[in-house]
């Protein structure tokens, strides 16, 4: 298998894809893995996922695109949960940031 393009991909995003091939073509035992997991834990639509990662875009716009989308896969419910999805990340928020990226998970569920 050849790599055309890649980029960052959100879960509902990722779960659109992989059910749009599963309709033409059978799916492959690791893209029916992928397919069952995001079933599982894709937790937002594909609109509700966009308008979130543009929510955090404006209260934390230091924020790149793989924060934000990795903030909007796991849905982070409490600051501990924050700490540790960004403990590998090179960004530091403020406390304020923090707060404001919680909202806007809490506004989106």
């Known amino acids: 298998m050849e790599v055309i393009k890649e980029e960052l991909a959100t879960y509902a995003r990722a779960?659109?894809?992989?059910?749009?091939?599963?309709?033409?073509?059978e799916l492959g035992y690791e893209q029916n893995n992928a397919l069952e997991f995001l079933k599982k834990f894709a937790r937002l639509s594909e609109k509700k996922t966009q308008e979130l990662i543009e929510e955090l875009g404006k209260a934390v716009p230091k924020l790149k695109d793989r924060h934000k989308i990795?903030?909007?896969?796991?849905?982070p419910e409490d600051?501990?949960?924050?700490?540790?999805?960004?403990a590998h990340e090179i960004v530091s928020l403020t406390e304020d940031e923090k707060k404001g990226v919680l909202s806007a998970v809490k506004a989106a569920l």
Do not use: H, P, W
């Open 79 to 86: 600051l501990d949960d924050l700490r540790v999805l960004l």
């Open 15 to 25: 779960k659109k894809v992989l059910e749009k091939t599963a309709e033409g073509k």
């Open 70 to 75: 990795l903030i909007a896969n796991s849905l």
